[in-house]
């Protein structure tokens, strides 16, 4: 499917704000006209929004929608570069115009951010107590006692365990889903009323995942703080919302009541929002008859990797006793929660990790074995993309030079025509060669990527996390021209991912993994249907649900 790019019309019900379910409770957020630019361009264009007390309203659209200028709005967080009009009530107070002073005081207060990456709104060097001290004493004169034991609540509040011991920890030593629960109960220092959460669970598991919706709602329905909510992931907002605004390049296309826009969505640009979203089958597929050799390509044959002791910490078993092949054209995905070994395996399957036991052969060839030329020829047949294009790619290249650096490390020829060429079969017009990373969308920069990786014709394609920086319809263009790519070029692929959807989308077969194991094995519709394990049926209830659409 092609993503939406067309400028949708407002017609019908999309027009009319949407009734929900705490109408009756005050207003908390109420922008007006609310237009955001930049020299040349315009990033919102005259957006009405209102949310109100104990309710969740999503913003959703594509990058560059304004999604996340409207949230920066609230707490005068723009770029200095832009310039706002209109106007945005935060609990009465209007944000427009306001000095940095009147800001100030309603930063952390009255509203709040939940940032999408937990690592990188922690100080790392500070442990959680003092960084949940800091943020108390910040917005209330009180003493530093009464603001730990204030910590500690708060830790209870957003289902840290053992809250007492974990003030005494730094953010390295939390897992994904406590860090983001930390940064949840920093938002809620200040008792805001209002969260503006910017993507909150992209970065997660989809186990954990689940468990801060579960949290969000609850200190929603517990403490009646507001959510605006921004994200690209129609499960989560089907789980979570009580209402949703469309937007499209600045606009506002439809706001409905989450029910009504599911099941009866008024422009074709939601539709085709909609059909972007990579579900789970609902019934058992069987598996197709498989198209390539039975020589397998990969080899893992009962492979361990064990990271040593550092600096006062234990040695970490990652991967035990895993064996698993992949043939010529296959793709393997690689499912399971934070440190199940998928990225582990990956980096072992082309000898950047090395094997603590076992065997990773390649053609039939040990790697272990191989001598530095024979693993540098062995190498020019794989390639790795990897999930944030941004940090892949270096902003001082062109594109050009980006797609031409692994030829000419190869020592293959790099000739224009030829990077002219990979452009234009990743779909993108060869003129781009000359272009920065900065100046790209995330799909087209992660096109680039996929033409880097293909630059030596690769048989074999690690593909880690291809697609979960991307907008829900991006991601949709980019895993179907993957399907093309694979089509034409007959790579393999260990494509290693957290979301579900998107590995039934693409894999032949798919493993499961937990604490560095293979549980099961199989094709998706049955892995994903009828899952033997148990751990596999808890992945796949914790899958946001997107509502099947009316027919009429």
Known sequence: MSGPSAQPAVSGPSAQPAVSGPSAEPTVLEIADLRVGFPGAVAVAGVDLTVRRGEVVALVGESGSGKTMIARSVLGLLPATATATGSVELAGTQVVGADEAALEALRGSRAAMVFQEPQTALNPVRTVGWQLVEALRAHRPIPRSAARARAVELLELVGIPEPE???????????????????????????????????????????????????????????????????????????????????????????????????????????????????????????????????????????????????????????????????????????????????????????????????????????????????????????????????????????????AEPLLVHRAPAAPARIAALLESVRLPAAYAARRPGELSGGQRQRVALARALALAPRLVIADEPTSALDVSVQADVLALFDDLRRELGFACLFVSHDLGVVDRVSDRVAVLRDGEVLELGAPGEVFVDPRHEYTRALVDAVPRVPARATS
Do not use: C
């Open 165 to 403: 011991r974990r003030l005494r920890s730094y953010p390295h030593q939390l897992s994904g889903g406590q860090k983001q629960r930390v940064v949840i109960a920093l938002a809620l220092s200040g008792e805001p009323d209002l969260l503006l959460a910017d993507e909150p669970t992209t970065a997660l598991d989809v186990t954990v995942q689940a468990q801060i919706l579960t949290l969000l709602r609850d200190l929603r329905d517990r403490l009646g703080v507001a959510v605006l909510l921004v994200t690209h992931n129609m499960g989560v907002v089907a789980e979570l919302a009580d209402r949703v605004v469309v937007l499209h390049r600045g606009r506002v296309v439809e706001r409905r009541a989450v029910p009504e826009l599911f099941a009866r969505p008024a422009t074709d640009y939601t539709r085709d929002l909609l059909a972007s979203v990579p579900a789970l089958p609902e019934q058992r597929r069987d598996a197709p008859d498989p198209e390539f050799g039975e020589d397998a390509l990969l080899t893992l044959e009962a492979i361990s990797v064990v990271y040593p002791a550092k600096r006062g910490r234990p040695a970490f078993r990652a991967v035990h006793d895993v064996s698993l092949a992949v043939r010529p054209g296959e793709v393997v995905g690689l499912v399971g929660e934070s440190g199940s070994g998928k990225t582990t395996i990956g980096r072992a399957a082309v000898g950047l990790v090395p094997v603590t036991a076992g065997r990773v052969l390649l053609d039939g060839r040990d790697l272990a074995s191989l001598g530095r030329a024979e693993l540098r020829a062995a190498r020019r047949g794989l390639a790795v993309v990897h999930q944030d294009p941004a940090a892949s790619l270096d902003p001082r290249f062109t594109v050009g030079e980006s797609i």
